[in-house]
């Protein structure tokens, strides 16, 4: 429809022409009747003749004559190759090739040695070894039937012979230990040893341990709880620049010159302290002199066991 202006509507889109439908007036195919190839069915076709089938002839290869893949070469006899190769192979050898005796020699059964190249083992043989004649043991020892009774109280009864009584004394051992104490001290000359000064442990004592008695337990006293709380009587009072709020009014002036006192000398009553000397020098004797002292003494030195260490 042409517009106000005297323009169609393609010439103020700005196209040539309208666009053309491509299906207008085509019949209408279903999708299901239609042909896979339609151009196959039209026109000739190329018909290549069927497949060759691989035979004597050359009909079946692509080449119109059969082509050899060496032309030209001479004939060869394989047999003749092979029997050269072999009297090649025959002059190698040094001697001629060996030639058992006889043929292989096969078993007789279980326990033959027919065939073997050893022959028999005589540690297996199964013949008899010899052997010592045998003797016959002597008889048995022949003895009186035994005597009747325990044992206990009863003499005579025992194969050998009766013991003889011997006294024993009934302290012997007693007297024997004392018979060597006395020995040595016999033997011992002059007192032992002893040291003016006596020995004192390497720690000092407990300073915390008394023997006096402990004095009896102070029983705690219960204060009185006050069950109503403290209310002043009053508010506090505010320093108003003064001591107006303190307890106690303002304490009066003492003068005190600012000179430093000094410490007045004592007289001749009164002692000085002098400081100790140091400590004396004095035997002092080992950690392991005072533990074997102390685990081995006069009272127990024989039943004492050696210490494993």
Do not use: W
């Amino acid at each position: 429809m042409p517009a106000e202006g005297g323009k169609t509507d393609m010439e103020r889109i700005g196209l040539f022409s309208e666009m053309e439908y491509i299906t207008v007036g085509d019949k209408y195919v279903s999708q299901f009747n239609r042909p896979f190839n339609e151009a196959a069915s039209k026109n000739k076709q190329m018909l290549p003749g069927g497949p060759k089938a691989m035979s004597v002839l050359q009909a079946g290869y692509f080449d119109p004559h059969f082509v050899r893949i060496f032309e030209g070469e001479g004939y060869m006899n394989l047999n003749q190759v092979r029997r050269r190769d072999m009297m090649e192979a025959a002059r190698k050898n040094l001697g001629k090739a060996f030639l058992p005796s006889s043929g292989e020699k096969k078993p007789c059964g279980l326990g033959s040695y027919y065939g073997t190249i050893g022959g028999p083992v005589p540690f297996f043989s199964a013949q008899s070894k010899p052997r010592e004649k045998y003797k016959a043991p002597g008889k048995n020892l022949y003895t009186n039937p035994g005597k009747k009774g325990t044992g206990y109280g009863y003499a005579n009864i025992t194969i050998g012979k009766q013991f003889s009584h011997s006294a024993d004394f009934y302290d012997a051992a007693k007297l024997n230990y004392k018979k060597a104490n006395e020995e040595h001290h016999r033997l011992l000359k002059g007192a032992p040893f002893k040291l003016n000064l006596h020995p004192r442990d390497y720690f000092d004592a407990n300073p915390y341990f008394s023997e006096e008695p402990l004095p009896p337990i102070k029983k705690e006293e219960k204060k009185e709880s006050i069950s109503n709380t403290f209310k002043p009587s009053s508010p506090g009072k505010k320093p108003g620049g003064m001591k107006a709020g303190t307890f106690d009014p303002y304490p009066s002036h003492s003068a005190d010159p600012y000179v430093a006192k000094l410490a007045t000398i004592s007289g001749k009553n009164d002692k000085i302290f002098h400081p100790p000397g140091g400590p004396k020098s004095r035997p002092v004797e080992s950690i392991m002199t005072l533990n074997v002292r102390r685990a081995l003494n006069s009272k127990n030195y024989k039943t004492a066991s050696v210490p494993s260490y």
